[in-house]
């Protein structure tokens, strides 16, 4: 009887110690990137990350337009006195506006879906937490 005794003793601390290294490892790896999608809710971790690229994506096209200004600086000074500005500030502001709009449906897509997978690597570190729980419950009652 002592002997069935030892050996489940064994059993659960080998299990125990098994489980207790996943939550390491993930803890190590993949713990700092899920971090957010326990500390924010999914609309809020979104948003945020929707405001950053906003900034990111007007950067990005500020520096793509002055690129493209000093590009064709020479055919556009030819043409000086016949450039409609008007026009030109339009389509400026058009290109702006399709450029963000395709960047922030692009960042949605990504963040929604890092989100949702991070969510669930969250949810199973909870499942290996809560056996490791009940296996410290079941050694005390032994």
Not at 20 to 45: H, S
Not at 71 to 90: A, H, K, T
Not at 95 to 120: D, E, M, N, P
Request: glycine share 6%; proline share 1%.
């Amino acid at each position: 009887m002592q002997f069935l005794k030892i050996m489940g003793e064994i059993m659960l601390n080998q299990e125990r110690v098994c489980e207790m290294t996943r939550l390491a490892v993930f803890d190590q790896n993949e713990g700092k990137g899920c971090k957010p999608m326990i500390q924010y809710f999914r609309g809020d971790y979104i948003a945020k990350e929707l405001l950053k690229s906003l900034i990111a994506g007007t950067v990005a096209f500020v520096l793509l337009a002055a690129m493209g200004v000093l590009y064709f600086m020479e055919d556009w000074m030819e043409e000086l006195n016949s450039i409609d500005i008007r026009q030109w500030i339009v389509r400026g502001i058009l290109c702006y506006a399709s450029f963000l709009a395709v960047f922030l449906l692009i960042t949605y897509i990504v963040y929604h879906i890092r989100y949702t997978k991070g969510r669930q690597k969250v949810k199973k570190y909870y499942l290996h937490l809560k056996k490791v729980n009940r296996l410290y419950r079941e050694e005390d009652q032994v």
